[in-house]
């Protein structure tokens, strides 16, 4: 099949933006031109008047935390294309597939042979590491699967409170255990040994403190999103992104810092560049956009992540950092919870919230209130995350010989954000009843409209992309 796309404006990251026809021929972009001629027996796509997107990367992408893996698989990719984003990287724990912590080898064959015409875009995996027995096998998982990124918690140690609780102990030490300083170590130093380098994904939070500030956030009786905040304060994300960045240089290991919340972590990761650590920052549209000021009360546990949600002052700081750079890329967080789990009291509701199929509208309406070029976003929800992560130049770029992910918007439909009009299996969202301008209205993924209107038309379609040593083929 063969694909003209005519009359569309072009967001190019950095090269911005430019009137021309897009020529698809099978999976990839074959031509782009001023104007094509030569319609016959080809499909055209009108999109006079419309932007097209390279379609989104995602970096931050949880399934399986709550509901089974593979349901969230089916569930929140439709949800993924509906949003613009044709590509996932998704954190695969492999003790979710196995009894105690299986190594990858015994798991992951199976993962992609059970996920095999589930997906609704493309995806790859950051492997998470959670003890120090996988360790010597990353340079194999990343020359041998393709795998080329792997995370660990700073945080989530069980609380005494926790520990008590036998299923939310052993929950919580099956999707997110904490490690310890000397196993975050030797993990970077087995990175910065392996050539070329893999990444190690830091979620940089200072759980000893945390503890203890959250006892006394509920000893003083704070509530909502601001006493959750106050539990997990910002200096707390700071002292842990320079802790890390610290063994990062000892070790000569990138590292990338995943939902960078605060002016203070955006400091950190500023100073640390300038010292000369290979570190890379992340964001969130929830970071970008909410504040824990103006939550509606009812709805503000939607909105219980970790990092938390903080004030207007961080909001700004983090745009600052997409301006000059140092944030590189926006990823969604995204994590499928029920909403009956949001329970209005915010120590009890669950953590965790979808995020993609707002993430696009969201970040074009906050970036055009401050006259940022959307070729910017472009940038952060593209081409970034696709060279930081070996996808590139199959994603994350509107050029000839790459895929043909493409995304058009209609930057004058305006929609009041809803959770039923979305979807997720969630069932709620944090930017409920918030007016988002600049909505997707088609999908492509290699060369096949997924997703028009407000139709899904294609399902199971996605597939697994390796990123190898060599980089993309």
Known sequence: ????????????????????????????????????????????????????????????????????????????????????????????????????????????????????????????????????????????????????????????????????????????????????????????????????????????????????????????????????????????????????????????????????????GLEAVRNEKRLGTRIIAETCPHYLSLTHEETDEEQETFGKVAPPIRSMKDVEALWEGIKDGTISCVGTDHSAKPRKAKTKDIWSSILGMPGMETMLPTLITEATKRQIPLTKISEVCSHNAARIFQLFPHKGTIAPGSDADLVIVDMEKEVEIKADNLHSVSGFTAFEGKKAKGWPILTMLRGKVIYENGSLLEKGCGKFVPRFPGGAE
């Open 1 to 264: 099949m063969e694909t003209i796309i005519k009359d569309g404006n072009l967001v190019s990251p950095y090269w911005g933006m430019r009137k021309a026809d897009i020529h698809v021929k099978g999976e990839r972009i074959f031509a782009i031109s001023e104007s094509i001629g030569g319609l016959r027996r080809k499909k055209v796509i009108d999109a006079k008047g419309k932007l097209i997107f390279p379609g989104l990367v995602d970096p931050h992408v949880h399934l399986g935390n709550t509901f089974p893996f593979l349901e969230d698989v089916e569930s929140e990719t439709p949800s993924a294309a509906a949003g613009g984003v044709t590509t996932i990287l998704v954190f695969l724990k492999a003790a979710l597939f196995g009894s105690g912590f299986p190594s990858y080898r015994k798991v992951f064959d199976k993962v992609l042979k059970d996920m095999s015409g589930l997906a609704s875009v493309d995806f790859s995996f950051h492997f998470h590491i959670p003890l120090d027995t996988y360790i010597d096998e990353i340079p194999d998982y990343y020359n041998d699967y393709g795998i080329q990124s792997f995370k660990f918690h700073m945080g989530y140690k069980p609380s005494e409170k926790e520990s008590k609780d036998e299923y939310v102990a052993q929950r919580l030490q099956k999707i997110s255990p904490g490690i310890d300083d000397g196993v975050i170590y030797e993990i970077l130093k087995k990175i910065g040994q392996t050539s070329p380098s893999p990444l190690g994904l830091v979620h940089a939070e200072a759980d000893e403190i945390i503890t203890r500030t959250t006892q006394s956030a509920q000893d003083a009786g704070l509530s909502g999103l601001k006493a959750w905040d106050a539990a997990r304060p910002d200096f707390t994300e700071e002292m842990a992104i320079m802790r890390v960045a610290y063994l990062a240089r000892r070790t000569n290991s990138p590292i990338y810092i995943v939902h960078v919340s605060s002016a203070l």
